[in-house]
């Protein structure tokens, strides 16, 4: 019987406790950066392609919303000719971002991407593209990669030695 | 003519307006008093304070597919909501909303109340039977049993205000408050009639009837569209009678100081269906056994004992 009264009581004093709910167009929530919003594909701090189209988040994705096709530029550097994401099926999983061996694919806190027709859901490359270098500000896959490509030859990349000849006797 | 026809048919009509658009009004009303107290905001969109929201509720309701179960016993499935509504419109024919205004002044009000009250159970068992569900038909036999077990002493609380005002007219009643309302006197009486009133209007803490979480929504799990919403048209005016009928029973009716009477009756009203609802939002339901136990152990002898210790001093002043 008391404990009855005490729980009236409990819920009568709520009426002066702060509401929890957010007014949501007019007040924006707080999302932290690592939320699994819209996807984008970054660039590195030099400005270029992050991606080098290795299919890796194509076959990570379990619901099959991203395509994709490689090429090559002439020095050898790796690129998607066309990087396509269907976000009509896409269920924000954060698979691809995990996948992504360059750190070109990333989810970001933004989640207001409705549309009244479904065709207006798929993104091509150059809507998912940014400026930037997304949540990752240094880091330049060539640049730490050893594999050659214009403008830097093996070896030359960082924390690196150029190769040695190993079937040679000199030092 | 002026006196016997058209005075009559206007207090006919304001009480069904007030009785339908309170009802509609609830709606909005539980919404928004549920999310004061669980910190929330409730519906605050559709027009000023989400008012308008009631009109929204309607609009949807009406236009929602009014699908009857192949498998239902068609004509009691129809008429069962309607008897829940009709039986609850009923009773306040009797209701005095101030001194004179009242659209039949019977000198046997109360019993009326309670005879109509108990009519509401017909809506319930008729439209769990006929739905040809299990849940439906378990919750009409909790419905069946709750509701007779709570009206027996929600009678016998009453006989206490009868006692005590030697009438059985509302009206009078209320004048017998003069002096004193019964809530004072008769304090035992008034927290048994609310303990039934709950009951009788399956409200939380007591709509086993209904009980979504374990019997999908009891009675009336086969209804949709707009008899699916008079069920609850039905609900909201029961609460608004169970609060009235408490407001002339103890709290003294239309009586109250400085504004006019009909204003005082609103807001004592008013008071009363917010603590319906804060029942709600702060009481668990009980199980079954537990009802039936409190019902028959704890409240039976309760309102009995308080018959009798009224009668008895009555008895023993005069």
């Known amino acids: 019987m008391l404990s009855i009264l005490r729980a009236i009581g409990t819920v009568l004093r709520h009426t002066f406790r702060p509401r ?44 099959d919303c991203i395509a994709l096709q490689a090429t090559q530029d ?98 | 003519m002026i006196e016997t026809i058209v005075r009559p048919l206007l207090i ?39 008012l308008l929201q009631v009109v929204a509720d309607m609009i949807k309701i009406f236009f929602k597919e009014d699908w009857i179960p192949p498998f239902a016993d068609r004509p009691v499935f129809v008429i069962a909501p309607a008897l829940l509504v009709v039986s609850v419109l009923m009773s306040y024919a009797v209701v005095p909303f101030a001194p004179g205004i009242v659209v039949a002044d019977l000198n046997v009000g109360l019993l009326f109340f309670l005879a109509m009250v108990s009519l509401g159970v017909y809506g319930l068992a008729l439209g769990g039977w006929s739905s040809n569900n299990k849940y439906a038909l378990l919750g009409a036999i909790r419905a069946t049993a709750q509701m007779l077990s709570y009206e027996v002493f929600m009678g016998l609380a009453v006989m206490g205000v009868v006692i005590l005002s030697g009438s059985f007219n509302l009206q009078q009643i209320v004048r017998a408050q003069e002096g004193m309302w ?42 949709s569209g707009i008899k699916f919403g008079l069920f609850f048209v039905g609900e909201y005016m029961g609460i608004t009678l169970i609060s009235m009928m408490t407001v002339i029973l103890f709290f003294g009716g239309w009586m109250g100081p400085l504004l006019p009477p009909v204003v005082w009756f609103a807001l004592k009203t008013f008071v009363l269906i917010c603590v319906f609802i804060l ?18 152990k704890v409240l039976l002898p309760l309102a009995l004992l308080n018959v009798m210790v009224t009668g008895a001093i009555v008895l023993a002043f005069d």
């Open chain 1, 20 to 63: 929890e709910t957010i007014q949501y167009p007019e007040q924006q929530p707080y999302l932290p950066p690592r939320y699994r919003g819209r996807i984008i594909l970054s660039r590195d701090p030099d400005g270029a392609e992050r991606c080098v189209a290795c299919y890796l988040c194509a076959a990570a994705c379990p619901v």
């Open chain 1, 74 to 171: 002439e020095t050898g550097r790796r690129y998607p000719a066309f990087f396509r994401i269907n976000f009509s099926r896409c269920i924000m999983c954060g698979f691809c971002e995990e996948a992504c061996p360059t750190l070109a694919i990333q989810l970001t806190p933004d989640f207001e991407m409705s549309e009244y027709r479904r065709a207006d859901m798929v993104y091509e490359k150059e809507d998912l593209l940014i400026a930037g270098p997304g949540k990752y500000h240094e880091y330049n896959f060539y640049r730490v990669a050893g594999r050659a490509i214009g403008g830097k030859d093996k070896g030359a990349a960082r924390n690196e030695s150029p190769p040695v000849d190993v079937r040679s006797l000199l030092p």
């Open chain 2, 12 to 50: 006919i009509a304001a009480a069904m307006g007030t009785a339908l658009t309170t009802a509609a009004g609830l709606i909005w009303l539980e919404r928004r008093l549920l999310a004061v107290w669980q910190d929330r905001l409730g519906p605050n969109r559709v027009g000023p304070f989400g």
């Open chain 2, 182 to 223: 019964f809530c004072i006197p008769q304090f035992a009486g008034l927290v048994i009639f609310l303990i039934a009133g709950f009951a009788e209007s399956h409200r939380l803490p007591f709509d086993l009837p209904e009980a979504e979480s374990e019997l999908i929504a009891g009675f009336h799990t086969e209804y």
């Open chain 2, 279 to 296: 029942m709600r939002a702060s009481l668990a339901r009980p199980r079954y056994d537990q009802l039936m136990h409190f019902a028959w």
